[in-house]
């Protein structure tokens, strides 16, 4: 995407701590930044607050990432939300949850609009509630011709099942002859992953501390750089973003190889 400097700068007026937009190359944004937001329970139990209130307060969070992914000029943002996981936990807790996807997503579209950026859904969407699959379908549509940043949402996402989803694709049309054994390679199977289109991630930021993947995207983060905050997520502000992307930029990728001299 291209950079709108002037809006940029205005964005990130100033210098906040320790960081600065001084403190980045623009030439060298990632294409695609992923997080695991973690955090709102936390956030919420250490201000003496229910946890359904730490999830309200990282609505905020998430919006301003949005916003900082597109003013930067990524490609893609995509968030683990919900997990297949976390169908474990209380029924209020998911309920709330459910709740405010739909609530959350049809407050975002107008911005959504004004930034022209894409939604996606990664995971199984077809196994949620009714009102959320139609408020998610909505905006799908309402995205569909935008050109902008790609936001990808994992919701009722696991990437065990993923691959577990893939291989099986892959399984019925080998045995339907639509492909041969001989040709299932990583190609393959990356094109069956919900991601299929999406670049893999450049970076993975994760807050509260956690060191750890919660099956989010394994097959995707083969070569990705990490970046793991202290900072929980209703916490998490445009220049906590600015400190990860300026870590990243200090890393020497090499996919395996050696860098020459």
Do not use: C
């Not at 001084?22 to 997080?35: G, K, Q």
């Not at 474990?88 to 807790?93: D, G, N």
């Amino acid at each position: 995407m291209l950079l709108d400097i002037d809006k940029l700068r205005a964005y990130y007026e100033g210098a906040h701590d320790d960081i600065s937009l001084d403190d980045v190359d623009l030439e060298r944004i990632p294409a695609h930044v992923s997080i695991i937001m973690d955090g709102n329970g936390r956030w919420a139990t250490a201000r003496g607050l229910d946890r359904s209130q730490g999830h309200v307060a990282g609505v905020d969070s998430l919006r301003e990432a949005v916003t900082t992914s597109v003013r930067l000029g990524l490609d893609v943002l995509s968030v683990y939300a919900f997990s297949t996981e976390n169908w474990r936990r209380p029924k209020r807790e998911v309920d709330l949850l459910m709740h405010l996807f739909a609530t959350t997503l049809v407050n975002e579209l107008p911005l959504f609009h004004q930034e022209n950026v894409r939604l996606r859904f990664l995971g199984d969407i077809d196994s949620l509630p009714e009102r959320t699959r139609r408020v998610f379908q909505r905006g799908l549509d309402e995205t569909a011709d935008h050109t902008g940043m790609t936001f990808a949402l994992a919701v009722n996402y696991g990437s065990r099942a993923e691959i577990a989803r893939a291989a099986r694709e892959i399984a019925r049309d080998v045995a339907r002859g639509a492909l041969s054994a001989d040709d299932v390679d990583e190609t393959a199977l990356a094109g069956r992953l919900y991601t299929a289109d999406l670049p893999d991630p450049d970076l993975l930021i994760r807050t509260s501390g956690e060191m750890r993947l919660s099956n989010y995207l394994l097959w995707q983060l083969a070569y990705t750089e990490f970046y793991v905050t202290p900072v929980l997520w209703p916490d998490f502000s445009r220049w906590d973003f600015l400190r990860a992307v300026a870590s990243f930029q200090g890393r020497s990728r090499r996919f395996g190889g050696v860098v020459s001299s």
